[in-house]
């Protein structure tokens, strides 16, 4: 449990967004340096997230699976340089960062705080992107002018 908290406090990561309190901010996919894969989960890995056994991003898969009608075998993916620039590189028509509606080879930028949502309306996954490292410095700069 402390490596997990450790990996929370250091990585950037994906953590979920719910209508549910009892399930938001729950499900977390660490995005670690180098490229991670975002699709549908089919064969094995579907068998295992369905048995709960998949660790999104801990193991050296460095793959996210989910599940839903609208998510794309190869849906995006996410580079991570140095665990502070993080890109989405989308390969999919159901694909909004931030609101914006990405198309096929576009390329976004994803910044602390951004909402990204992966399918459609009725099976979507919404998650946030927290980058530590920015979310801290904008505490630093508040807590700052605050002084001011």
Known sequence: MAEIQ????????????????MIDGRVIHFLMPGKTQVGAAQGPLLKSLLDGMHTSGLDNSLSIALMGHSVDQTHCAITNENNSVLTLMNMSQHTCVGGDVLHPSDQHPLQ??????FGKSFDRHVYEVVVRNERCMLLWLLWLLWLL
Do not use: K, R, T
């Open 6 to 21: 450790q990996q929370i406090q250091n990585v950037p990561h994906l953590s979920n967004i719910s209508n549910d309190p």
């Open 112 to 117: 602390d705080g951004a909402w990204v949502l």
